[in-house]
């Protein structure tokens, strides 16, 4: 009580209905990337009630995917204006509106429409806010809270499929759609629980940073415009003081590392989708059985969740705190290796390690995104950062897979296509580690040549004291 | 014997292992009437005696006449017999070594409509769904048929164009009910005609009225509202005491408690004093 000032200003609470926060971030990522990955489970029904093939069906998965990620910035810039409560709110009654009208379905555009674009686009603006809610709440354990609220995707995925399944078995598609409108619509109990907090306007969470490490420059803060707005309640501006504020939120966009992680999360995305894609039909094309490949499938998704949780807990700890970047380059890294290794794996208890360990590794930097994203930008820009980073995921995941396709088309295997992932994976974690390098580089040349000044006037103040 | 029309079988060779009773399966799929001749070639006896026994039986009973003293050729086996299939000697087809009980059993029978949905299909009243029968094997038509309690009903399209749609492509067969009713649900089995004998599925139809998911949905969509309110109104029960004005009001109210506490022992006391006195 005595850290609340009259302006309201208060320090991350790392707990109490911060863990609230987390519940409800679990419940939201369960509900948009579960609920999304779910909805291909509808296909063989569309197929069959549309007469469409394949490929006009799975156009519905790619829409979701996509709109989610592209209206990320959308999300979070509700999430700023108004507030992320009203954004999640709002979010969770398009989504839900966007289920119930497509159980009406009467063609395959329809569903384009109603499940493609508004569900994708409810989805949106659940997304981004609530993870950067957590990333306000929490500072100290920042990244075991991003863990588990991220592991609600690979949690979701696990008990949401067999669930659809059985609705689908019960009610048939149009029921389950209408039911699973309804389950969308516990994002609005989400946005509830996400109380809006006012956080000192000074950056309150001390980054974890040594010196050298320049991932530690914050964007300046301009105290006269209240930014504790990113987050806070609604405060009463003018409107020259609200473009004022526009500029200044994606102020960070133009900062030189930002610049270089955003390049590096157009890589990774580029190279992380196509494992996940094409992993069960080049266990089948290596002669894996149906029932084993899909056994693979579900041991990639149950150490994705693993690896979500622990690598969050491990880099909270006080030894790794400083070093979550390289942590986040070493997870990265050693993805793209596992890609790198497949053309050698052909049986199944090969490809059972390489399942485990690019699950793991998956599940470790997807918890570590917002983290690193906010160790560089700061909480205040949190939300409008995270906005662009998803956006930046959203055209590799769409173009990517049928890029991996065509790969597999001409070259006649898997090798390329896997091949392609782990070198875009690995020139992610290359570019990051090269500019730290640099950094470190320039950093020890300032300091080595700025230790002469100091001399200087340690000297002259000496002199005049002397005389 | 039409020899046109004799069909060699697959012919299935058994390893004889000593203390193992092999019971191999070979399935064949029976199109038109025809003879057919199966063929169990026995290797790897131990002894290799110059001559065996071997018989063949019919859905586990043993055909009259058909046991055979097979000679050792090349240490092989050969025992075979010629079949005339129609449709009622369609069944299970086995070669029964007597010395070694080693047997194959051929089994003789239409194609069978094997991926079926053992879950029936559900859908809703006014609008369409899409029931599919597949099989390997190209028959010359297909049928469709809807089952009242012991009874079939051919589904005539001409007669009902506005209810039902078949379409038929080779091998593979669906049925488009329109319109649905309640009355519609029920066992709809769709039947491939082969010169021998139909091969035949079900598909379970249920039709559902919209009020049936309606009711989970409206379970949850409540429960979303109430947890709404509920969290609203505990924040805004428990806003008001983290509110300054009303810290200051607590403060200045627990400062006039303590004051009247202690006029109220001073009280007490001065009483004291007064009684000691």
């Avoid at chain 1, 040349?445 to 001399?455: A, F, G, I, M, R």
Wanted: glycine share 6%; proline share 5%.
């Amino acid at each position: 009580m005595t850290q609340e000032k009259k302006k309201g200003g208060v320090l991350p609470p790392d707990g109490g209905w911060g863990w609230m926060i987390v519940a409800g971030c679990f419940v939201v990522t369960v509900c948009t990337r579960a609920v999304t990955r779910c909805i291909s489970i509808f296909f063989v029904e569309f197929q069959m009630h549309f007469a469409r093939d394949y490929s006009g069906t799975a156009w519905i998965h790619s829409l979701v995917d996509c709109t989610t990620m592209l209206c990320a910035p959308l999300g979070s810039l509700i999430g700023n204006r108004l507030s992320c409560r009203v954004a999640v709110i709002l979010g969770g009654f398009l989504s839900s509106i966007g289920l119930v009208l497509s159980s009406f379905a009467t063609s395959l555009k329809y569903l384009y429409l109603t499940l493609g674009v508004l569900t994708g686009l409810g989805f949106a603006l659940c997304y981004t806010p609530a993870i950067a809610m957590v990333g306000i709440y929490f500072c100290e354990r920042k990244a075991l809270a991003y863990g588990i609220a991220m592991s609600g995707s690979g949690i979701g995925t696990f008990i949401l499929a067999p669930v659809v399944q059985l609705l689908i078995e019960h009610y048939s598609w149009r029921g389950a759609l209408l039911i699973l409108g309804g389950f969308v619509s516990n994002l609005c109990v989400c946005g509830a629980l996400l109380r809006p907090i006012i956080l000192k306007e000074e950056e309150a969470c001390p980054l974890p940073v040594d010196s050298e490490c320049e991932y530690g420059v914050k964007p300046p803060t301009v105290n006269s415009v209240p930014t504790g707005k990113a987050v806070g309640d609604k405060l009463e501006l003018d409107a020259k003081q609200r473009c004022f504020q526009s500029m200044q939120e994606y102020h960070f966009l133009l900062m030189p590392d930002f610049l270089v992680l955003a390049g590096s999360f157009l890589l990774l995305a580029s190279g992380c989708s196509l494992p996940f894609v094409y992993l069960v039909p080049y266990a089948l094309d290596v002669g894996v059985g149906h029932q084993h490949a899909a056994f693979l499938m579900s041991i990639l998704g149950v150490i994705d969740i693993i690896g979500n949780i622990t690598f969050g807990w491990l880099t909270d700890r006080r030894c790794l705190k400083k070093y979550r970047n390289i942590c986040y380059m070493f997870a990265v890294g050693m993805e793209g290796l596992c890609c790198l290794f497949i053309p050698l794996l052909h049986t199944f208890v090969l490809l059972v390690p390489f399942s485990v360990l690019y699950g793991y590794f998956d599940g470790a930097y997807v918890a570590l995104i917002p983290v690193v994203t906010s160790d560089i930008v700061g909480t205040t820009y949190l939300s409008s950062a995270l906005g662009v980073v998803y956006f930046l995921h959203a055209v590799p995941y769409l173009v990517s897979p049928p890029i991996g396709g065509w790969l597999v088309d001409t070259t006649g295997t898997y090798t390329a296509t896997f091949f392609l992932s782990g070198f875009a994976l690995i020139s992610s974690s290359l570019l990051l580690f090269s500019v730290a390098v640099i950094r470190r580089c320039q950093r020890n040349q300032k300091n080595s040549l700025s230790k002469d000044p100091k001399l200087v006037s340690y000297l002259m103040i000496i002199i005049p004291a002397t005389s | 014997m039409d020899w046109n029309q004799v069909w060699f079988a697959d012919w299935a060779t058994i390893s004889w292992h000593t203390g193992q009773n092999q019971v191999i399966i070979e399935e064949l799929a029976i199109l038109t009437p025809q003879d057919i001749e199966l063929l169990c070639n026995l290797t790897d006896i131990p002894n290799n005696p110059p001559y065996i026994t071997g018989y063949w039986t019919k859905d586990g009973q043993e055909i009259e006449n058909s046991e055979e003293t097979v000679n050792r050729n090349n240490e092989q086996y050969i025992l075979k017999k010629t079949f005339s299939i129609h449709a009622r000697d369609l069944g299970n087809y086995s070669c029964i070594f007597r010395e070694n009980q080693a047997q194959v059993t051929f089994v003789l029978d239409v194609p069978v409509i094997k991926d079926k949905r053992d879950k029936p299909v559900v859908s809703y009243t006014g609008d369409s769904v899409v029931l599919e029968c597949k099989l390997k094997h190209t028959p010359n038509t297909w049928n469709w048929y809807k089952a009242n309690n012991t009874e079939k009903e051919l589904i005539n399209v001409t007669a009902n164009p506005l209810n039902y749609k078949i379409f038929i492509n080779g091998n593979e067969t669906k049925l488009t009910v329109l319109n649905l009713t309640e009355e519609d649900s029920g066992k709809y089995i769709c039947s491939a005609e082969f010169d021998i004998k139909p091969s035949e599925s079900y598909i379970e139809l249920r039709v559902l009225s919209y009020t049936e998911p309606l009711k989970p949905f409206i379970a949850i969509v409540v429960e979303v509202i109430v947890l709404v309110t509920l969290i609203l109104l505990w924040e805004k029960c428990n806003k008001p005491q983290n509110d300054n004005f009303s810290n200051d009001l607590c403060s200045e109210q627990t400062s006039n408690l303590t004051r009247d506490e202690s006029n109220g022992v001073e009280n007490n006391t001065a009483r004291q004093r007064k009684l000691e006195h």
